[in-house]
Antibody
Framework: EVQLLESGGGLVQPGGSLRLSCAAS????????MTWVRQAPGKGLECVST????????YYADSVRGRFTISRDNSKNTLFLQMNSLRAEDTAVYYC???????????????WGQGALVSVSS | ETVMTQSPATLSVSPGERATLSCRAS??????LAWYQQKPGQAPRLLIS???TRATGLPARFSGSGSGTEFTLTISSLQSEDFAVYYC?????????FGQGTKVDIK
């Protein structure tokens, strides 16, 4: 069974940085695009960033472009999200999600991690 | 960016009854439409993609229909485990966007 396990969430002050990781298993990691989706408390879902299977192509929501960086290490089956210049409005549960395929996203997300809570507050 | 609008915001249904959830796109997304179910404290779960293709193992009481800008998720006979929030998502163009969700609760 596909597993996605996020880590790295926590409390950070406005303007600070945090790095999320997502350890993937039980599928050929490099063959699929991967996406970070976030959900603010009591709110809906927002796609934050997607990365192609090779890591060569990345996509960002306007709300995070220039502040967040998505990357992956296919040798370690791990996805990352480096978050800089954090704002209160970035407070959310961040989910790592597996795209249905690789190629030209977006695609449906067929597996999700359990989520990592990021709280931005002074 | 394609805006997805779901209705109603809350749907109160008795167990065994039929539930019909609607989703509208601000521009055509073809059949590039998915539905997700989310229960409290859990990650979303993919139910339907391609507007009408059920995920592996999904009970037949769930069905999706529509194309272009108008879509429907129907749950033919609600079971206790179906009470949750349902989101539609378009994946026709980046960024993929979700509706605000429809909460299906017990009447």
């Amino acid at each position: 069974e596909v597993q996605l396990l996020e880590s790295g969430g926590g409390l950070v002050q406005p303007g600070g940085s945090l790095r999320l990781s997502c350890a993937a298993s039980e599928f050929t990691f490099s063959s699929y695009a991967m996406t970070w989706v976030r959900q603010a408390p009591g709110k809906g879902l927002e796609c934050v960033s997607t990365i192609s299977g090779s890591g060569g192509t990345t996509y960002y929501a306007d709300s995070v472009r220039g502040r967040f960086t998505i990357s992956r290490d296919n040798s370690k089956n791990t996805l990352f999200l480096q978050m800089n210049s954090l704002r209160a409005e970035d407070t959310a549960v961040y989910y790592c999600a597996k795209d249905r395929r690789d190629g030209n996203p977006p695609y449906p997300y067929d597996y999700w991690g359990q989520g990592a809570l990021v709280s931005v507050s002074s | 960016e394609t805006v997805m609008t779901q209705s109603p915001a809350t749907l109160s249904v008795s167990p065994g009854e039929r539930a019909t959830l609607s989703c509208r796109a601000s521009q055509s997304v073809g059949s590039n439409l998915a539905w997700y179910q989310q229960k409290p404290g859990q990650a979303p779960r993919l139910l339907i993609s391609g507007a009408s293709t059920r995920a592996t193992g999904l009970p037949a009481r769930f069905s999706g229909s529509g194309s272009g800008t108008e879509f429907t998720l129907t749950i033919s006979s609600l079971q206790s485990e179906d009470f949750a929030v349902y989101y539609c998502q378009q994946y026709n163009n980046w960024p993929a966007t979700f509706g605000q969700g429809t909460k299906v609760d017990i009447k």
